[in-house]
């Protein structure tokens, strides 16, 4: 099983700045891609960036350009460092792993509210 436990969510306003933190315990294989979704009320959750173990990344259109996504040395730990934010960014974020095609693990969710 693997545990994910995110940080850093919270009320901001329009231009500013969060950092989001997942920590991942358990068992991670040593190939895996981690990432954030978000989740709009009533809809489904839809990918914001994810970054696989050697560091390549992809960001929905959306966020290019002011969301910046990283993992640490360890690789155990994946950020959403998130700039210029928008009321359009108001959601609920989830960390996701992804690994070996069939396992995908969520956190709990934490809500990021932007205010105009």
């Known amino acids: 099983q693997v545990q994910l436990v995110e940080s850093g969510g919270g009320l901001v306003q329009a231009g500013g700045s969060l950092r989001l933190s997942c920590a991942a315990s358990g068992n991670i294989f040593s190939s895996n891609v981690m990432g954030w979704y978000r989740q709009y009320p009533g809809q489904q959750r839809e990918l914001v960036a994810d970054?696989?173990?050697?560091?390549?990344?992809n960001y929905a259109d959306s966020v290019k350009g002011r969301f910046t996504v990283s993992r640490d040395g360890a690789k155990k730990t994946v950020y959403l460092q998130m700039n210029s934010l928008k009321p359009e960014d108001t959601a609920v974020y989830y960390c996701?792993?992804?690994?070996?095609?069939?396992?995908?693990?969520w956190g709990q969710g934490t809500q990021v509210t932007v205010s105009s």
């Open positions: 970054i696989t173990i050697g560091g390549s990344t």
């Open positions: 996701n792993l992804r690994q070996a095609t069939f396992f995908s693990y």
